[in-house]
Structure formats: C-alpha cells, structure tokens
C-alpha cells in the first residue's frame, strides 16, 4: 500500500472484557493472542513492512500482581510458543522495545532473547513489541548515544525504534496514545475501533487500512 510502511497497534481493552464476560483474566489474554496471525497476515500481505505492538507500557507494570501477572504468562507463552513460526512465515525480525530485563523475568527475557536471535538474519520485515516501554527512557539513552550535531534531526531517530509510524490503530473507546512511540507519531493518522480487542474482527483492521488509502498526506507540505 502507497506510503504505509509501519503500523503501531495498541490493543486495549482485556480487563474489561474479562470483567464483562467474567472471564478468567489469563485466558482473555491467551485468547487475545490467537488473533494475531490473521491481523498480522493482513498488513503484511497489505504491503507493510513495520508492526508495531503495545505489549505492556512501564505504567502496566505498576498493576496489581494478578493482572500483571497474566500479562506476563501471556507475553511468554506468545513468544515461546507461536510468534517464532509468523516470523519465518513472514521473514520478519523481531526486536523487543522497552527495559524488559528490569522485570527479572527470566523465562520471558529468556524467550525474548532467544527469538531475537533466531529471527535477526531477516530484513524485509520487522516486528516491534514494546515491553516494559517509557519513551522517557527511550529518549534519555538515544540521546546518550547521539552526536547531535552530526545527526538528521528527525525525532524518531532518537528511539530504538528506526522508522516513523504511518498509521496508529487503537482498540477500545480510548482515544489516546497512551505514551506509544510520541516521537514516531507526529504525521502518523489514526484509527480507533471502539471494540475491546478481542470482540474485533479482521474487517475492522481492513477498514482502518482502508481509511488510510484515502487520505493525501502532505507532511506539513
């Protein structure tokens, strides 16, 4: 698709749902996963080379151990037992965003690790999952490591993350971005689903690309 080369995800809404639904909170996150190779089978047969995927922001961490905790499981699980086979079906390099040593999990950081590795020869694709992310950590350590004068001054060069986003789609009714990627986002388009995550079908990430066809980006211009 013209000009959509990086679409960031924010999945919202698996504690209301599982309230809603009174349904076990581990397995509303488990069952959150299982949508993932069809929405990411879309972009990228959409022609997209870049996903971005909200996974746990540093302010999650902050939940109570229940929540937190199924979080965590789910995002092990997810890496250990079926992200590795989309990233070979779809050639894409997975690269984990955020401080996730600092939650001394060692069978996810393990895992995290373990996929990097494995997937790090592919370069036509690139998966980001944002784990234990703060853009403020973000920026402090890009920094650390620029010559600003030296450097094109565009934001998203101070990141881990080397592209801007072109198209940011939120689940749920929230419409913010909830500290996701800020310096990627500044001529980004957005689309909100007002569905929580898992009541989404794959039409309704169709429409946002559907969305994003029709708009003439001027960059400003």
């Known amino acids: 698709m013209k000009n959509l080369k990086h679409v960031g ?87 984990a965003i955020g401080k996730f040593e600092d939650l001394k999990n060692f069978e996810l950081s393990n895992a995290i690790i373990q996929l990097e590795r494995k997937t790090s020869q592919y370069d036509k694709r690139k998966i980001y999952a944002l784990i234990n992310y703060d853009p403020l950590i973000d920026i402090k350590e890009a920094c650390t490591k620029q010559n600003l004068e030296k450097t094109k001054l565009d934001l998203h060069n101070f990141s881990q993350v080397e592209e801007p986003v072109d198209l940011l789609i939120r689940t749920g009714s929230a419409k913010r971005i909830s500290n996701f990627l800020p310096l990627h986002l500044g001529y980004s388009e957005f689309f909100f689903i007002e569905k929580l995550f898992i009541d989404t079908d794959i039409n309704d990430f169709n429409n946002a690309l559907e969305y994003f066809k029709k708009i003439n980006r001027k960059f400003g211009k």
Do not use: H
């Not at 089978?41 to 922001?57: D, G, H, K, P, R």
């Not at 939940?63 to 590795?84: D, G, Q």
């Open 9 to 95: 995800i924010i999945p919202d809404g698996m504690r209301r749902w599982s309230t809603v639904n009174k349904y076990p909170l581990i397995k509303t996150y488990l069952k959150a996963t299982q949508k993932a190779d069809s929405i990411i089978s879309l972009m990228y047969n959409n022609n997209v080379e870049i996903i971005s995927v909200y996974a746990l922001s540093n302010d999650n961490t902050k939940r109570n151990f229940i929540e937190y905790n199924a979080i965590i499981k789910t995002l092990t699980y997810f890496i250990k037992n079926e992200l590795e086979s989309i990233c070979k079906d779809w050639e894409a390099k997975f690269l």
